[in-house]
C-alpha cells in the first residue's frame, strides 16, 4: 500500500503531507527533513527510486519527481509497482493542472484543502481509487458544486446524483 | 465573538505565514493564531469553526501540535453543511488517528451519513473510514460498508471496496462477509469499481487462506478472461495513459493472478497463455509499458513452474538491465533480486551487465545493483568478480567506497579460494580504500598473515610495496608497521621468497624510514603511532644496525604531549638503553593467534554476548582465562588497546614474551606460571619503568587499586570486583615463593579466588596431557557460614578484549 504522499518545493517547505498510516506531528516533521536531505543531495538524470527503509521499516520505497519548483513524493511499500506510481504521480499531478488550470506552487500553498479533497478521489487508505484523471475532476467538481449550493442537498438529493451519474 | 478569529481570513494567514523572514517569526504568527482558534473554541463560536478547521490542518502541517482541534473535527461532521461535513471530514483524517478516544465519538455521525442519500456525503464518510477507522469502527460500521458495495453510484463502489480492504485489515474475523460481494464486483465492466474490486479480492486472499482457495477456484478463469479483455480491448481514450490502455487495472490483475497463481499448479497452468502473451506483446517504450512488463515477470516469478515463461521474463529484465532508463534499470534489479531465490543460474547470465550498473551515476542503482553482486558470487566466479569490483574501488566515489568496501571484504572473506589471493585483495582494498575498512577485517589479516608462516615474507614485501605508493591509507599502514615490526628482517633479506614475486632490494634503513614516516605523520590516529614505537623496538633487535637511529627517534617521544606515546617512549628507550641483554627475547616474534579461536570470538563479540555465568567461565580453556587476567597487563606493557593482535588461547605464551626476560626460548613455556616465575629468577632490576609495573606484587596494596583501575577500564560492565582480586591472587601467590613452581614442573597450586568469613572460592587448576594449551578449572564452593545458600550464583567478569 501506499505510506504516504508529501509535495514539498524546493526549499524543503511542506506543502501538502497525507500520511496514510499515523505519525505523530513530530515525527512527521522528522521525515520530511529527512526525505529533503536525501532529494537535495541526488543529482539530475537519476532514477526516481530511493530506499526508504530506515523510516518506513524494510522493502519499502521512496518515489519522487519534480515539477517545477515542487517535489511529489510517494512512499510505499513492495505490494504496489514503483512504474505505475510513477504514472499515478503523472496523474495527480495531471489533475491538479485541470482543476487549477496551470498549477504553481501558490495554487497549492493557498488551496490545500482543495488538494486533499483531490488526493481523497485519487487515493484512499492508501490504495489507488481511480487512474483517469477526468473521472478525478469530475468527482472534485461535483463536490465543488455541492459546497457552493448549499440547498442543494435538501431540495433536490436525486436530481445531483443523476447529475453525476451523467 | 471573538476579535481575533474574525479578522483573519485563511488565505491572509497563510500569506501571513509566508511573509516570515525567520523561524521566530513564524513561530510569533502561528502562536497568535492558535491562540485566537482556542479563544473561538471556547466560545464555542460557529460561524467560523470551518475556517478555523482549515487554519488548523496548515498550522499541522507545518508541523504545530493541534491537538486542541480535535473536538471541532466532530463537532463539524455532525453539522448539516455539506462545506462544514468536507472540512470536518478532513480534519478528521489528518489531525486524529485510530488510538484516539475522541475517535468512538465519530462512529455514529458516520453510521449516518453512511446512509445518508447524497452520494458525495457518502463518499466522505467512506473516505474518512478506510483512512482512519479502528478496529471498534470497523465491527460497528462493517454492515453499512458491506451495503454501499451494491451502491446505484460506481464511485461509491470503488470506495466502498478499498473501505472494506481496511476493514478487514484491522478485523480479519469479518473478510467471511466480504467473499460473495468480491465475486460480484469482480463481474463489474466499470474500470474503477473493476479495480477496486480486484485490489479487495488480493488483500482478502492476503488475510484470509479459506478466501484463496474459494477465489483460486471461482475466479481464476474469470480473471484471466478479464485481463484477456483488458489486453486486446479497444483504445479507451479515458484510461489511456501514455498509449496504453489502463496499464493500472493490467497492473492489479497481474497482482492477483500472482497470488492465485502461486503455489497452484492449475491455476498457474490456466494464466500462462495469457501471462504469455503480455510479456511478448505489451509496448515497452513508455514507463506505461514497462510497469505492466516488470508487473508480468514479477507473476511468471512467483506463479508454479513454466521454464518457458521463467526465460521469457529473464530475458525481459535483461533488456530492461541495459535500457537507458535509470528507473527501468533500478526495477530489474529489484526484481532480479527476487528472481536469484528461484533461478540463480539465469540471473547469473547477465552478471556482466549487473556488474556495469554497479558503476553507475545513479546512487540507488549502484547500491542496489552492489547487493545484487553480493547474492551472486560464489566460488567459481569470485575472482573475476572480485577483480571488477576492486578496481572499480579505485574510481568510485567517496559515499560509495564505505558500501563497496564493506561488502568485497565480506565476499574476500567469506569465498577466498586460497590465501595468498586472500592477502592480494586485502592489500588492493588497503591501498585503496583503507580509510573504510572496518577494525575486524584488518584485524583478521593480521591473523590470517600470522598464521600464513610461508607467506609472512611475502605479505610484509607487498606491504612495503603498497605503502610506497599509497601512504595515506590509515589502516594499511597499520597492517604495514605491523609486518615490518614482526617480519622486518624477511623484508630486508628476501625470505621465503615466491616463484611470483619480484625481488626487491630494502635496506634495514629504508624499513626504519617507513615506519618513521608513519610515527611523524599527526594526521595519523595515536594508536597507529604507538604501533610504530612498538615496531621500532622490534626493528632496534633486528637490525642492529639501525639500533643507535631507532633509539634516537625512540627518545624524541619522551616529551611527547600524548602521554600513550609518551610512556612508550621512555619504556621501549630504557629497554634499548639498559637491557640489551634482554632486549631479543623481549620482542621476539608474536606468537601465531589460532584462526579458529579468533574467528570463533569474532563471532562471539558480534552477537554481543560477554557471558557472565560459571557455566561459562568453567567451560573455557585455560587460555581464555590466562587472557581475562592478563589482558590489562599486557595493555599496559605492551599494546594500545586496540592492538592487533590480542593475547588469544596462547594467552601464557604471550605474557612469556613480555615478562620472561630469562628465558631464550619462548616455545619451550606453555605456562603462565612459570613465565611469570621466570621473570623473578634473575634479580629485579630497579628503576626500570617496565619491571616496576612487573613488580607489582612485591607491595599488596598498589596492585590491588593498580589492577583494579586495570580491570575496571577493560570490563565495560560494572563487575570488575571479581577480576580485581583474583588477578591479585595470581600473582601474589607466587610472588613470595618464586623457587617452589619451578620444581612441581607444570602444575599450578591451587588459587584461593576469593576468602570472606561467609564463603571460600578455591580454585584447583590441571592440564590435560593430551592438550597442554588446555587447563581445566575446578571451582570450590565452601559454605563457612551457619545460613544455608540457595540460588547461588558465581559471576566470572572476563574483560572484553577488542580483537
Known sequence: ?????????????????????????????????????????????????????????????????????????????????????????????????????????????????????????????????????????????????????????????????????R | M????????????????????????????????????????????????????????????????????????????????????????????????????????????????????????????????????????????????????????????????????????????????????????????????????????????????????????????????????????????????????????????????RILGHGDADASDCMSDILAQVATKTESHKNAGNAILYECVGTIMSVEDNGGLRVLAINILGRFLSNRDNNIRYVALNMLMKAIAVDAQAVQRHRATILECVKDLDASIRKRALELVYLLVNESNVKPLMKELVDYLEVSDQGFKGDLTAKICSIVEKFSPDKIWYIDQMLKVLSEAGNFVKASVWHALVVVITNASNLQGYSVRSLYRAIQISRDQETLIRVAVWCIGEYGDMLVNNIEMLDIEEPITVTESDAVDVVEIAIKNHSLNLTTRAMCLIALLKLSSRFPSCSQRIKEIIAQ????????????????????????????????????????????????????????????????????IARTDVAPLVDLLDMGADEPVPPCSSGGNFLLDLIDVDMPSSSSQSDVLLDLLSAWSPPPQKGSPTTDIILLNQDDKPSVNALDILSSSMVPSGEAKPTGPYMMDLLDVFGPNPATPEESGPTFPPIVAYESSALTIIFNFSKRPENPQMTDIEAMFTNKSSDVYTDFVFQAAVPKVNA
Not at chain 1, 510517494?74 to 491538479?96: G, R, W
Not at chain 1, 465543488?144 to 449550493?149: C, G, I
Not at chain 2, 488475510?207 to 483504445?235: H, I, M, Q, W
Not at chain 2, 606515546?565 to 640489551?580: A, D, M, P, T, Y
Open chain 1, 1 to 165: 500500500m501506499i505510506r504516504a504522499v508529501i509535495v514539498m518545493n524546493d526549499q524543503g517547505k511542506p506543502r501538502l503531507v497525507k500520511f496514510y498510516e499515523h505519525q505523530p506531528v513530530e515525527k512527521q516533521q522528522e521525515i520530511i527533513r529527512s526525505i529533503y536531505g536525501v532529494l537535495c543531495s541526488r543529482a539530475e538524470n537519476v532514477s526516481n527510486f530511493v530506499q526508504a527503509d530506515s523510516t518506513f521499516g524494510p522493502d519499502t520505497r521512496l518515489v519522487y519527481k519534480t515539477f517545477a519548483t515542487l517535489y511529489f513524493i510517494v512512499i510505499f511499500d513492495d505490494s504496489e509497482n514503483e512504474l505505475a506510481i510513477l504514472d499515478l504521480m503523472q496523474v495527480f499531478v495531471e489533475t491538479l493542472d485541470k482543476c487549477f488550470s496551470n498549477v504553481c506552487e501558490l495554487d497549492i500553498v493557498f488551496n490545500f484543502n482543495k488538494v486533499h479533497t483531490i488526493l481523497d478521489e485519487i487515493i484512499l487508505g492508501g490504495q489507488v481509487i481511480e487512474m483517469s484523471s477526468s473521472e478525478v475532476v469530475k468527482a472534485v467538481d461535483g463536490i465543488s458544486w455541492l459546497e457552493k449550493n448549499p440547498n442543494s442537498i435538501i431540495r433536490v438529493p436525486k436530481s445531483i446524483s443523476g447529475w453525476q451519474g
Open chain 2, 2 to 257: 471573538n476579535p481575533f478569529s474574525s479578522g483573519t481570513r485563511l488565505r491572509d494567514m497563510i500569506r501571513a505565514i509566508r511573509a516570515c523572514k525567520t523561524a521566530a517569526e513564524e513561530r510569533a504568527v502561528i502562536r497568535k493564531e492558535c491562540a485566537s482558534i482556542r479563544a473561538a473554541i471556547s466560545d464555542n463560536d460557529q460561524t467560523f469553526r470551518h475556517r478555523n478547521l482549515a487554519k488548523l490542518m496548515f498550522i499541522h502541517m507545518l508541523g504545530y501540535p493541534t491537538h486542541f482541534g480535535q473536538m471541532e473535527c466532530l463537532k463539524l461532521i455532525a453539522a448539516p453543511g455539506f462545506a462544514e461535513k468536507r472540512i470536518g471530514y478532513l480534519g478528521l483524517m489528518l489531525l486524529l488517528d485510530e488510538r484516539q478516544e475522541v475517535l468512538m465519538l465519530v462512529t455514529n455521525s458516520l453510521k449516518q451519513d453512511l446512509n445518508q442519500n447524497n452520494q458525495h456525503i457518502v463518499g466522505l464518510a467512506l473516505c474518512a473510514l478506510g483512512n482512519i477507522c479502528s478496529a471498534d469502527m470497523a465491527r460497528d460500521l462493517a454492515p453499512e460498508v458491506e451495503k454501499l458495495l451494491q451502491f446505484r453510484d460506481p464511485n461509491i463502489r470503488k470506495k466502498a471496496a478499498l473501505c472494506s480492504i481496511r476493514i478487514i485489515k484491522k478485523v480479519p474475523d469479518l473478510a467471511d462477509n466480504f467473499v460473495d460481494p468480491v465475486v460480484s464486483l469482480l463481474k463489474e465492466k466499470h474500470h474503477g469499481v473493476l479495480l477496486t474490486g480486484i485490489q479487495l479480492c488480493t488483500d482478502l486472499c492476503k488475510v484470509n487462506e479459506e478466501a484463496l482457495e474459494y477465489f483460486r477456484k471461482k475466479c481464476t478463469e474469470g480473471l484471466v478472461r478479464s485481463l484477456k479483455d483488458v489486453v486486446n480491448s479497444p483504445y479507451v481514450p479515458e484510461y489511456d495513459i501514455s498509449g496504453i490502455a489502463d496499464p493500472f487495472l493490467h497492473i492489479r490483475l497481474l497482482r492477483v493472478l
Open chain 2, 557 to 624: 617521544y619522551k616529551g611527547s604531549l600524548l602521554l600513550e606515546l609518551q610512556q612508550r617512549s621512555v619504556e621501549f628507550n630504557s629497554i634499548i638503553g639498559k637491557h640489551k641483554n634482554i632486549r631479543s627475547a623481549l620482542v621476539e616474534r608474536m606468537p601465531v593467534l589460532d584462526e579458529a579461536t579468533y574467528n570463533g570470538r569474532r563471532a562471539r563479540s558480534a552477537s554481543a554476548a560477554v557471558s557472565t555465568s560459571l557455566e561459562f567461565a568453567s567451560n573455557l580453556s585455560n587460555g581464555v
